[in-house]
């Protein structure tokens, strides 16, 4: 037992909270209350954390996805400063992700541009995918599209 002489700095004597101790974590464990309801939430708009690159993806990951077969879908928006944009598939479906460093060509993405691309898992639980292999096939007639050095251009 503890020696009843012992007391807190305060000189009040220490005993538990009346209410039980509920713990806060910075992530959600699965099988949780909190993680089912945020899962019900789910925005199509989150954004993978942290943001799946080209550079931090595994070599399997990168075999998988060039191996897989090509899709085709619509520039929905692509920002350059924020590095990322969405892509809105043509056969339907929930917006993927895309990020700048798995763009290929000479022309940043603008809203209504026809690309092709690939799908990757995103981990930990590749439960969601992203786009790779981002090529643009058409360009959205009547924008101004810019080059990766900054030269406008008109279409």
């Given amino acids: 037992m503890a020696d009843p002489s012992l007391t807190s700095p305060s ?8 209410a039980p101790l509920t713990l806060s974590f910075p992530f959600l ?10 899962a019900e939430q789910g925005l ?3 954004l993978p954390s942290p943001l799946p690159t080209k550079r931090t993806r595994t070599y399997s990951a990168t075999v998988r996805a060039h191996s897989g077969p090509v899709y085709k879908g619509v520039c929905k928006d692509f920002s350059r400063s924020q590095g ?14 895309v990020h700048i460093s ?7 993405p603008v809203e209504g541009d026809e690309v092709t691309y690939k799908v990757c898992r995103v981990p930990p639980k590749n439960l969601k995918v992203q786009a790779v292999e981002v090529k643009i096939i058409h ?3 009547g924008t101004k599209h810019e080059t990766w050095s900054g030269q406008i251009i008109s279409s």
């Fill in 29 to 38: 464990r699965e099988g949780s209350r909190v993680w089912e309801e945020r």
């Fill in 139 to 141: 360009l959205n007639p």
């Fill in 11 to 18: 000189a009040t004597p220490l005993r538990s909270p009346n």
């Fill in 84 to 97: 990322h944009g969405f892509i809105r598939p043509s056969h339907g479906g929930e917006d993927i992700f």
């Fill in 102 to 108: 798995d763009i290929e060509g000479e022309y940043v």
């Fill in 44 to 46: 199509p708009r989150d």
